[in-house]
């Protein structure tokens, strides 16, 4: 295969414990991309009778983007794709690190792992060697995402990357993720739960290591216009390269996009106390970089006394600090930074966590769930031991962690006395950190993203914070708070946009540098001899997602389903910048739909669908 890519992909029975290499023709990239393009594909091919998410038939798919493993900026990354056990819909769940790049160069571009091992395992996919094993983990199961690392780049490579699980997905939380990375730099690919469908199928991890790779169409001529847009990302996020993503907290509180208490209240003084800056000023310890990045997003920290003393992991992101700190009201960062290394460890998403916490409190503070419900933890608001005593219990399973475990949506309907009006979720998936009150293009992206609430698939509350995409959505920052056709066109703009990043393994950081399909079209060609223009990825961006809406359909989604949670379509928030607005989506959906070429009943058209190669 000409293509940067490998040109083939692993499909693992842990049934029977066989596997075979499929190849990837070069005009299948070309129609899918790589990444969750063709994974999509290849699950609404196979997808002959949806199963069950935790039935052993429920296929995992794992597929680097198209340029992973090259030294496009920010090539780094994989995606975890499925029936997610949280919501019951597609899934993919993205992450960057050096994961991605490693399985690239052992000589695949993807897994697909289908059936379930009769006990604990791990794969080892050994590039140097040219050799694929099926190992028993059943002395790694019940350990941590760290521990897990160290003892098997002891067993394989020392410079083995590992994707591992931990007590979380072994569990069965239904919303676990997927960890990689050493500690300091461990990175999860978190929402939806692919860490539970893992576990369901008794696979621990997948260590990789390998020398090969990828070729250029013109090597000279894509190193000098890497480091030409290299140059140009790197000036652009300078604040992401000093404060990461917790650089924004302040901000967000200002605008009114943070959440706090439930997404009940409109401000709080204690955001400036657990900020990015704040984080640089106390704990922080250095810069980290994924494979082939230019901005240098992540951060260390390091805790030396206090109660929490010998936290060393990642830095909390900014949806860590807004879930397990500003939406239950704790302002005690060194806290923080310990909940963010438990859910590292155990492969929690902390964002379904922190959301799920918040619901309990609610809860608690109604009178729903009782001390002798909660095991006798006291869930007043800011309650930081409370909140770390509950990510243990989710992470195994035990007393009030058992209801939890299957997120907001499961544990209101099992709570019943009226609690679902206070679960925050959309198609089940618990809300990221940005209010569609404050930038109500979101609401129309949370209602109609294709696996429930994600803000990374549209993003457009970023031009509210002024920045604007050539080629792509409007020439100028918008009214955030309008209820208009152009807030509807840009969530549809950023939607279409934003679904290229996936599957070409791209992160979309790199877009805060103000990077359009056009210049992801000139990367592209570059790199591989193509011609495409930025209107041939924004179609491709459109196709994809029709692709997961067909999915979607065929799973049980309907028009209903489009839709938000009741707080934020009838309760503004009270005070600060964003008070008193809420989003009228029963105004843009139709808009919505007819941009998007649906019917109606949110079905896309057979028009549409030929248009895009997809009838």
């Known amino acids: 295969m000409s293509l940067a890519c490998a040109g083939k992909f692993l499909r693992v029975n842990l049934t029977s414990s066989q596997w075979q290499e499929q190849k990837i023709a070069d005009e299948t990239v070309r129609d899918y991309l790589l990444g969750s393009g063709l994974a999509a594909k290849l699950y609404y091919d196979e997808m002959e009778a949806p199963v069950p998410p935790l039935d052993p038939d429920n296929p995992l798919y794992v597929f680097n983007g198209l340029l992973t493993g090259t030294f496009s900026p920010t090539g780094c990354r994989s995606t975890w794709c499925g029936r997610s056990p949280l919501t019951g ?311 009030i962690g058992d209801l939890l475990a299957d997120g907001v949506r499961a544990a209101a309907e099992k709570l019943g006395q009226g609690a679902e009006a206070f679960a925050v979720h959309v198609k089940g998936m618990e809300l990221p950190y940005h209010d569609p009150r404050a930038f109500v293009s979101m609401a129309v992206n949370y209602a109609t993203a294709a696996r429930g609430a994600c803000h990374l698939e549209g993003l457009s509350y970023w031009n509210g914070w002024g920045l604007i995409f050539p080629d792509v959505g409007p020439s100028e920052i918008v009214d955030r708070f309008a209820s208009s056709a152009e807030q509807v066109k840009m969530a549809y703009d950023y939607q279409t946009y934003l679904s290229i990043y996936n599957p070409l393994g791209l992160c979309k950081f790199i877009a805060k540098a103000s990077v359009g399909p056009g210049m992801l079209a000139d990367l592209l060609n570059h790199a591989l001899g193509w011609n495409w223009t930025a209107q041939d990825l924004m179609r491709m961006g459109d196709k994809l997602f029709q692709l997961k809406r067909l999915i979607n359909l065929r799973l049980g989604v309907t028009v209903a389903d489009d839709t938000l949670p009741q707080r934020f379509l009838t309760e503004p928030r009270p005070t600060g910048s964003a008070a008193g607005v809420l989003p009228d ?17 949110g079905v896309p058209t057979e028009e549409r669908l030929a248009s895009l190669g997809l009838a």
């Not at 140059?231 to 959440?259: P, R, W």
């Open 585 to 601: 989506l029963d105004a843009m959906l139709p808009i919505y739909y007819d941009l998007r070429g649906w019917t109606g009943d």
């Open 89 to 399: 819909i597609w899934n993919e769940a993205n992450m960057g690190g050096h994961w991605g790049a490693e399985l690239r160069f052992s000589g695949y571009d993807g897994l697909v792992f289908t059936g379930r091992a009769e006990k604990p395992v791990y794969l080892w996919i050994d590039g140097l060697a040219g050799k694929v094993e099926i190992r028993s983990a059943e002395h790694l199961w019940g350990k941590g995402h760290f521990e897990t690392v160290e003892r098997l780049r002891a067993e394989t490579d020392p410079k083995a990357q590992v994707a591992s699980i931990g007590p979380a997905g072994e569990n069965g939380v239904r919303f676990a993720g997927v960890a990689s990375g050493v500690r300091g730099h461990e990175r999860l690919a978190g929402r939806g739960g692919m860490g539970c469908l893992m576990g369901s199928k008794n696979l621990k991890a997948i260590a990789v290591r390998g020398r090969e790779k990828p070729q250029y169409h013109d090597p000279q001529a894509f190193h000098e216009f890497v480091r030409a847009a290299n140059a140009d990302i790197k000036a652009g996020t300078i604040s992401m390269n000093q404060f990461g993503t917790s650089g924004g907290m302040v901000g967000a509180e200002q605008y009114g996009n943070l959440a706090f208490s439930n997404w009940r209240l409109g401000n709080w003084e204690g955001a400036e106390r657990i900020s990015g800056q704040r984080i640089h000023d106390t704990i922080w310890v250095k810069h980290t970089f994924c494979f082939s990045c230019p901005i240098g997003c992540g951060k260390v920290v390091d805790i030396k006394d206090g109660p929490y003393a010998g936290v060393h992991s990642h830095s909390p992101e900014y949806e860590t600090l807004a879930g397990l700190g500003a939406n239950l009201l704790n302002d005690d960062l060194d806290s923080i930074a310990k909940m963010n290394e438990m859910c590292n460890a155990y492969s929690l998403d902390t964002i379904s966590t922190s959301g799920v916490i918040a619901f309990a409190m609610e809860a608690y503070e109604k009178g729903l769930l009782t001390p002798a419900q909660t095991d006798g933890l006291d869930l007043t608001w800011g309650n930081a031991e409370a909140i770390i005593a509950l990510i243990e219990k989710i992470a195994h399973r035990e007393g």
